[in-house]
C-alpha cells in the first residue's frame, strides 16, 4: 500500500502568533489579519477557513488553497457507562490512529444527566470541568509494562498542531470550551519534547487558548535531563506529574523500564531542584498492581519521597490491558496503602477508573494501526 505521508502545506495549528505573522506579510496580507485568524481558530474555535467572518475573501481563498487548519479526523467516539469519560480516535493526515479522552465532572447529580450527544450537551450546560487527557505520541517508546500505549511499534511524534487539534475537536464535538488540559494519553511527552513545549505555548498563550498554567498538567515518566529545561521553558508555571509506580529501585526498573537508564536516585535529586522552583506542588501517579507494588514497604517508602518533595500522591488501581496478566488489588488493599500514606502526612487521592469499560482509563490507550480498530484503543499516566 502507498505510505501517505504529513503534508508540506502550513499547518495553521502548528504556528506560534510569529510564525503566522511572517506567513500572512510574506503573501502580502496585513499583519493584523494574524491576529483575527487566531482568535477564530482559538477563541471562537472554528473548524473551517469559512467559517471565519471577518476576513477579506482574498485571504480566505488563500488560506484555503495554501494551508490546512485540521490534520485530525473523528474516526469515533465511546462514551463510558457512567457517562464520566469519552474516548474520541481520531486519524491524522499520514492514516494514523490517535486517541484523546474527555472526563467529564459536572456540577450536578449523576442521576439527572441524560444519555448520548444529550449528555455531553447536557454537561456542558452544566458548571464543571471538562478536561481533555491530550496524547503526545502515537504509541510510546517508554514502554512501561503496564500500559497498552507501549505495547506494539512506536508511531511518531505528534506535531504541536495535532497536539492541540485534540482539544478543538473535542470542544466542537461537545460544544463547549474545555476547561482543564492533562498531557496524559499516549506517549512520553518529554520525548517529544519541542512539539509538547510548542504546544503548552500554543495554549498558554492570549493569542492561543489563554489557558493558566494552574489548568495544565503535564505527566512523565521522569527523564531527568529534560525536567530542568521543562522547569525553564515553562516558567515553572505548568503542573507536572511524575509517575513513580515504585519507591524501590528494581520494582521500578521492572514497571518503568527507563529507571535502567535514569535511576530513581538520579530522577529525585532533580526532583529535589524542581521542588524548590516550582510555582506548583508535583504530583506522584502510582499505578497500583496487586503482589507487585502494594506492599507496605512500598507504601512507606512511597510516603518516605513524597514527604521530601512536599508531592501529592494519586493512587491509581491497575486497569486490566490484554497483554498483561497483573492484578488490580482489592478495595482492601487499596485503602491500607492509602491509610499508610495518609498515616504519614501525605495528601492521596484515588484515582476513580473512569472509562475502564470503553479501554479509556490510565495505561489502556494503545496505537492500533493495523485494523484501525475502535475497539481496543486506550490513557496512559505518563
Ligand atoms: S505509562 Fe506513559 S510512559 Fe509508560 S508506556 Fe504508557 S504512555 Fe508511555
Not at 503496564?146 to 473535542?170: D, M, P, W, Y
Not at 485503602?335 to 473512569?354: D, H, M, N, P, S
Request: proline share 3%.
Amino acid at each position: 500500500m502507498e505510505k501517505v505521508v504529513l503534508s508540506s502545506r502550513p499547518y495553521i495549528r502548528d504556528f506560534t502568533k510569529l510564525e503566522l505573522e511572517k506567513l500572512i506579510e510574506s503573501n502580502q496580507f496585513p499583519r493584523y489579519r494574524a491576529d483575527q485568524i487566531l482568535d477564530w481558530v482559538y477563541q471562537k474555535n472554528v473548524r473551517s477557513f469559512d467559517a471565519i467572518k471577518n476576513l477579506p475573501k482574498e485571504l480566505i481563498a488563500f488560506l484555503k488553497e495554501k494551508a490546512d487548519l485540521n490534520r485530525l479526523e473523528l474516526v469515533s467516539k465511546h462514551e463510558s457507562f457512567n457517562h464520566e469519560s469519552i474516548k474520541f480516535l481520531t486519524r491524522t493526515q499520514d492514516g494514523l490512529l490517535c486517541e484523546s479522552v474527555l472526563i467529564v465532572q459536572r456540577g450536578r447529580p449523576r442521576s439527572q444527566v441524560d444519555f448520548g450527544d444529550k449528555l455531553v450537551l447536557g454537561a456542558a450546560r452544566a458548571k464543571g470541568r471538562n478536561t481533555v487527557c491530550v496524547s503526545t505520541q502515537l504509541g510510546c517508546r517508554i514502554r512501561c509494562i503496564f500500559c497498552a500505549s507501549g505495547k506494539g511499534k512506536f508511531g511518531r511524534n505528534l506535531t504541536a498542531g495535532e497536539i492541540v487539534e485534540q482539544i478543538s475537536l473535542i470542544a466542537s464535538e461537545i460544544k463547549e470550551r474545555v476547561t482543564n488540559i492533562v498531557f496524559m494519553g499516549m506517549g512520553e511527552p518529554l520525548d517529544n519534547y519541542e512539539n509538547v513545549i510548542k504546544a503548552l505555548s500554543i495554549l498558554r498563550a492570549k493569542w492561543g487558548y489563554g489557558l493558566s498554567g494552574r489548568r495544565i498538567t503535564v505527566s512523565t515518566s521522569g527523564i531527568p535531563p529534560k525536567l530542568r529545561q521543562f522547569l525553564k521553558d515553562t516558567e515553572g508555571k505548568v503542573r507536572l506529574s511524575v509517575s513513580l509506580h515504585s519507591s524501590n529501585e528494581e520494582t521500578r526498573s521492572f514497571l518503568v523500564p527507563i529507571n535502567k537508564k535514569y535511576h530513581l536516585d538520579e530522577l529525585i535529586k532533580e526532583l529535589d531542584f524542581i521542588h524548590q522552583k516550582l510555582k506548583r506542588e508535583i504530583t506522584f501517579e502510582y499505578t497500583l498492581i496487586g503482589g507487585i507494588n502494594d506492599t507496605r514497604e512500598e507504601a512507606e517508602g512511597t510516603a518516605r519521597l513524597a514527604s521530601r518533595l512536599g508531592a501529592k500522591v494519586n493512587l491509581i488501581p491497575y486497569n486490566p490491558i490484554q497483554e498483561m496478566n497483573l492484578e488490580t488489588p482489592s478495595k482492601t488493599k487499596i485503602e491500607e496503602f492509602r491509610k499508610l500514606l495518609e498515616l504519614k502526612g501525605v495528601v492521596v487521592t484515588v484515582r476513580q477508573t473512569a472509562g475502564r469499560d470503553i479501554n479509556a482509563a490510565c495505561g489502556q490507550l494503545r496505537l492500533d494501526r493495523t485494523t484501525g480498530a475502535t475497539e481496543d484503543v486506550a490513557t496512559s499516566t505518563s
